[in-house]
């Protein structure tokens, strides 16, 4: 007999979403001088708030900001008092937990369960994690007394709004740099909400600057001369647009860009504990997940097992109101991310791979898609080969570990991977061989402040998190082997 689950709302009475919103820059508030654009909740198109699209003379006015407060005030503020600048922030962060992941998930569409439970409580532990190295940074590993590099231009993308945040902003805080951060024209609310925790933590002004927009406000930041280093998280082909734009100016970057991670199952794999790390691995967050595990290589002699387990799981997979503490999977980010994934899985029917659905009601209104994998899928498929970023899993199978490998770093990208088996010298010769930054072995999309994440190939340049991540806001006083008189 099954049960059906009565509705488990959550309350939006925690939120209060202003009509409209200015630019957060030097601390305050400031009318923008680009127009507005609607925010809405993906899950029922309806429009939550005005943005303001921030012009290149906004940009220009929050870089000057962040350069005031870095030389006259940040920059002179001994390491601990940093530090504790960002205790203050992780700590409200956990107090206002509820209000931020209620947000988030009417903003995003991702299930509250998950703003709930991994979004917000990872964002607060990340400013806890940067706090704490404020002070100690003589022991990050770039030499003694390390100097920030300035002011930062930070941009980051709609799949984990708040969480890319913290990312950016706590290591670079932490470090010593100030920052003029844009969002993600899709899910703004939780970085203005963010400004005001600034505010609340009596932040020094200046020190964060939001400005929101499109792409256009992130092309001024990126081309700002004011800035030191860019920060950037998003699609491979924007990271490019970077990459060329700073090519010749003195700006460094750290750009962490797509993926189309393999996720092996090996024939003495705990199966039912392999299909969970499937279904974790590429429906986790609608699939919008840049480490997404998007690509499933299966040993052919448990082929059959696994696709029927997972298909049997599949559809006990829980489509709809992001709202409802009970739902598995929310709506697509927007109505240009839904018509993506549309066009990639036309694809995947055309070029003569197999569809499978789970049989699941979409509301009507909003932007949904039904869990779906695709078999018969070959190397050279489109869907094989391109990041889908939807909850679409491409299946393949393998014979040996050899084929297994070839299979999984014949990709451009290279973020993650996952591997499944009881075997740990299988688990490691595997992991030894696979060109990816992040490899999970019998559990998948885990994350962690102290442990650095980043990618291989046209995944990007430099590590997020952990001691890494620190270097890349940190410009290093000691001398390379090559400097001390290499070649
Ligand atoms: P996605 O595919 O995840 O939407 P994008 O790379 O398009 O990824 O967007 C990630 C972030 O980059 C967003 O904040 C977006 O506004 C910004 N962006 C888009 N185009 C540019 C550009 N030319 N220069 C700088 N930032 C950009």
């Known amino acids: 007999m099954e049960f059906t689950y009565a509705a488990a709302p959550e309350s939006r009475s925690v939120v209060d979403i202003a009509p409209s919103y200015k630019l957060f820059i030097n601390g305050d508030w400031v009318a923008g001088k680009g127009g507005t654009f609607p925010t809405i909740n993906p899950a029922t198109e309806e429009v939550l708030s005005k943005i303001t699209q921030g012009s290149a003379s906004d940009i220009d006015r929050a870089v000057k900001a962040a350069r005031n407060a870095y030389t006259k005030i940040w920059s002179k503020l001994p390491a601990k008092e940093r530090g504790k600048y960002l205790f203050r922030i992780a700590r409200i962060l956990q107090e206002r937990a509820r209000e931020f992941a209620v947000l988030e998930t009417l903003n995003n569409g991702k299930p509250i369960r998950e703003s709930r439970d991994v979004d917000i409580p990872l964002a607060a532990a990340h400013f806890f994690y940067h706090a704490g190295w404020a002070d100690k940074l003589d022991y990050a590993g770039v030499g003694k007394s390390p100097k920030p590099y300035g002011v930062v231009g930070q941009i980051i993308p709609w799949n984990f709004p708040l969480l890319m945040l913290a990312w950016k902003i706590a290591p670079a805080l932490a470090t010593g740099n100030t920052v003029v951060l844009k969002p993600a024209e899709t899910t703004p609310l939780t970085a203005l909400l963010f400004a005001e925790v600034c505010q609340q933590a009596d932040l020094p002004d200046g020190v964060v600057n939001i400005v929101t927009g ?19 998280t998003g699609s491979t082909e924007v990271g490019k647009i970077i990459a060329r734009a700073i090519a010749g100016t003195e700006k460094k970057a750290t750009l962490e860009l797509g993926g189309k991670a393999a996720n092996i199952i090996y024939d003495d794999a705990a199966i039912d504990q392999a299909v969970e790390g499937i279904i974790n691995g590429i429906f986790f967050n ?24 997972l298909q049997e799981r599949m559809a006990k997979i829980r489509v709809g109101d992001p ?11 927007s109505a240009a991310q839904l018509a993506k994934i549309k066009e990639l899985t036309s694809a995947g ?7 499978w659905s789970s049989p699941c009601e979409l509301p009507e209104k909003g932007f949904w898609f039904a869990p779906t994998i695709f ?35 014949a990709t451009p990208y290279g973020l993650s991977a996952g591997i499944w088996s009881e075997k740990s010298s299988k688990i490691l010769w595997t992991a030894q061989n696979l060109r990816a930054g992040v490899i999970w072995s019998n559990t998948f999309n885990k994350f962690d402040p102290a442990s650095p994440f980043g990618g291989y190939k046209e995944s990007g340049w430099g590590r997020e998190g952990g001691r890494h991540g620190l270097h890349g806001y940190l410009l290093t006083t000691q001398k390379s082997h090559s400097q001390k008189g290499g070649k």
């Open 214 to 232: 499109d792409g256009r406000t992130g092309a001024a930041l990126v081309n700002h001369p004011g800035i030191d280093k860019i920060a950037f």
């Open 286 to 309: 609608q699939g919008h997940v840049c480490c997404a595990g998007s690509r499933l290589l299966v040993q052919e002699s448990v082929y059959g097992t696994v696709l029927d387990k």
């Open 323 to 333: 709202m409802d503490k009970n739902t598995d999977l929310g709506a697509i980010n």
């Open 349 to 355: 029917d055309s070029e003569g791979a197999t569809r």
């Open 375 to 409: 078999t018969g899928v070959t190397e050279s498929h489109r869907i094989a080969r391109e990041e889908i970023f939807g909850p679409v899993l491409s299946v393949l199978t393998f014979r040996t570990p050899a084929e297994a490998i070839e299979k999984a770093n």
